[in-house]
Each structure stands twice: as structure tokens, then as C-alpha cells.
């Protein structure tokens, strides 16, 4: 809703290595959200320090679950200082208030989801062609 700082975090998202970075900036740029799909950022002093997604779906063309949390990114600065476990639990939270009753997440990052409490649902192929892990997560 902060006009502002959604154009903040597409600049900032434009810049970072990874690919979600550039992806979610053109997203952003698009307006390709659904209307209670959420950005949540992470900041620091009026900086942005990381960021994720809460969206409908990810990566994965036609899969069967739903909602998801995503792009979930904190610099390298940053990292250690738990944003990105305080990030995942706002979006669970927000889930909560509309009623979901689990969560999702993709990646091929083994041991990282599982410390919040996600486990390995099933193993799908996604846009790019790459065999991605789905974690869930009941809320």
C-alpha cells in the first residue's frame, strides 16, 4: 500500500544475485498480485534488509498447493539476526487471518525451512525446469 516503499523494494530487488530478485521486481512493475497477496519487507533505519513473498503461487506451473511463501531473501549483512524466520512467521500469521490452515514453501535448500517447522510434501518440477522441494507447514 506504501507506494513508496514497494518501488524502494523493486530498485532493491532489481540489484540483488539472485534470480528471485529480478523476477519479483518485474512482478512488482507488472502489478501482478492478487489482492491479498502481501510483499513483507524487512527494514532497518529506513533500509531494506529482506524481503519475502505471500502469494498464491510460486515457481511451480499448475501445482495443487496453495498459499505460498516465497522469494524469501535477507542480505548478507544481515543475515544471522533471525529476519528471515520473523518474516516467514508474519506471513503465517497473515495466513491465519484468512483462514488457511497450512502454508508453503519452494526451494532446494535442504535444512533451512525444516528449523521453522516445514516438512518435505512432495518434490515438483518448476517453471525453469528444476526438481524443487515443496515444504508445508500447518499454521
Partial sequence: KDVAKINHLKEYATHISREAGPYLAEKIEKSDFLL????????????????????????????????????????????????????????????????????????????????YWYTKCDVKTDEFGRSETIFMKEI
Fill in 36 to 115: 491479498w497477496e502481501r510483499l513483507i519487507i524487512a527494514e532497518e533505519w529506513n533500509q531494506i534488509r529482506g524481503f519475502c513473498t505471500f502469494t498464491k503461487e510460486d515457481w511451480i506451473p499448475d501445482c495443487p498447493y496453495s498459499p505460498f511463501i516465497g522469494f524469501v531473501f535477507v542480505d548478507e549483512e544481515s543475515r544471522g539476526q533471525r529476519l528471515s524466520e520473523k518474516m516467514i512467521h508474519e506471513a503465517e500469521q497473515y495466513a491465519k487471518t484468512l483462514s488457511y490452515a497450512q502454508v508453503y514453501i519452494v526451494s532446494n535448500h535442504q535444512g533451512l525451512y525444516e528449523k
